[in-house]
């Protein structure tokens, strides 16, 4: 079964530093990667999204993410973080085969402090 | 915000009480979803939808089931409420773009079951 996983449970940076977040994945076939962001009370926004082509995915508000098929990881990066980025961070998968379902990692909850 | 509304956003019942939620959407997406996010499970999917009258099972299905009557409309109903489906539900909808289908998500309903 598919399965993916975000190592990071919380993560606490201060302004101005770097971040990687890791999101690890179980498929054996092609994927679909994304990153959503989830704001302290509002919905899942999506930040990014790999589906084929350059491995290295740019996002909305300065995050990249790199898709590294051998280690089946697809990592979240922002080398310089803001207050604004205190959220809670998922990575989800999506199988070729799986007729549109997603698996989402547990969540990572990134804490900015000014 | 891809059009998706949910209501109620918040509902408060009792243990053994029929819940119904209502996903709304005014794009004609045809594959709509519904997921149950809680502390440390990321989403799970419940059930969804890729079409009128045609629906499946995702991971989290006990307890729950869903009708589609209009394109527009996917709703959610908790036959007997139990504590365990305290959680907050989000309607999402499929987006197709090339390189494949992204996920969106509505505001989100938050259910209480005491």
């Known amino acids: 079964a598919q399965s993916v996983s975000q190592h990071n449970h919380h993560v606490i940076l201060s302004e101005a530093a770097s971040l990687e977040l890791g999101c690890n994945y179980s498929y054996g076939g092609t994927v679909n990667l994304f990153w959503y962001v989830q704001y302290p009370g509002q919905h899942l926004q999506l930040l990014l999204k790999?589906?084929?082509?350059?491995?290295l995915v740019k996002g909305i508000k300065g995050f990249e993410a790199e898709f590294i098929k051998s280690k089946f990881s697809f990592n979240l990066r922002k080398p310089s973080v803001q207050w604004s980025d205190t959220a809670e961070y998922f990575c989800?998968?999506?199988?070729?085969?799986?007729?549109?379902?997603?698996?989402f990692g547990q969540g990572t909850t990134l804490q900015v402090k000014p | 915000d891809a059009g998706i509304t949910q209501s109620p956003r918040h509902k408060v019942t009792e243990t053994g009480t029929p819940v119904t939620l209502r996903c709304h959407q005014t794009e004609n997406h045809r594959y709509m979803y519904w997921y149950r996010q809680d502390p440390g499970h990321g989403l799970r999917l419940i059930h969804y939808s890729y079409g009128v009258k045609d629906t499946d099972k995702g991971e989290v299905s006990d307890g729950y089931s869903v009708s589609r009557s209009k394109t527009e409309d996917f709703l959610l109903t908790l036959e007997s409420a139990t504590s365990s489906q305290t959680s907050v539900y989000f309607c999402a909808i499929s987006e197709r773009a090339s390189g494949g289908d992204t996920q969106y998500f509505g505001p989100g309903t938050r259910l209480t079951v005491l």
């Open positions: 790999y589906f084929s082509g350059d491995p």
């Open positions: 989800a998968v999506r199988g070729s085969s799986n007729t549109g379902k997603l698996i």
